[in-house]
Nanobody, 120 residues
Framework: QVQLVESGGGLVQPGGSLRLSCAAS????????MGWYRQVAGKQRELVAS???????KYADSVKGRFTISRDNAKNTVYLQMDSLKPEDTAVYYC??????????????WGQGTQVTVSS
């Protein structure tokens, strides 16, 4: 079992920034990839960014150049720095971990989600 606690969501204006954090606990040794998904009402949950234990990163095309994912393995924490936010970034953001180097494979665990709203 892996437990994930997210923080950092909120309301920002277009062009603003937020930093999301996700701290993992439990069966930490089983974690390889960590990442962030987001979900808008009526749509499927989509992968925003992921980072492997070896720090190979992947980003959705829609966030490249604006979002940066990082991790601190000593703290079992993954971060998502979100800059130049757009209204279309509005979603519930979910932290996830995987036992595989690929976030969408292996045994996956999820955080509870944190709301990010970008609006003027």
């Amino acid at each position: 079992q892996v437990q994930l606690v997210e923080s950092g969501g909120g309301l920002v204006q277009p062009g603003g920034s937020l930093r999301l954090s996700c701290a993992a606990s439990g069966s930490i040794s089983s974690i390889n990839a960590m990442g962030w998904y987001r979900q808008v009402a009526g749509k499927q949950r989509e992968l925003v960014a992921s980072i492997s234990r070896g720090r190979t990163t992947k980003y959705a095309d829609s966030v490249k150049g604006r979002f940066t994912i990082s991790r601190d393995n000593a703290k079992n924490t993954v971060y998502l720095q979100m800059d130049s936010l757009k209204p279309e970034d509005t979603a519930v953001y979910y932290c996830a971990t995987s036992s595989s180097w690929a976030i969408e494979a292996g045994e996956r665990y999820w955080g509870q989600g944190t709301q990010v709203t970008v609006s003027s």
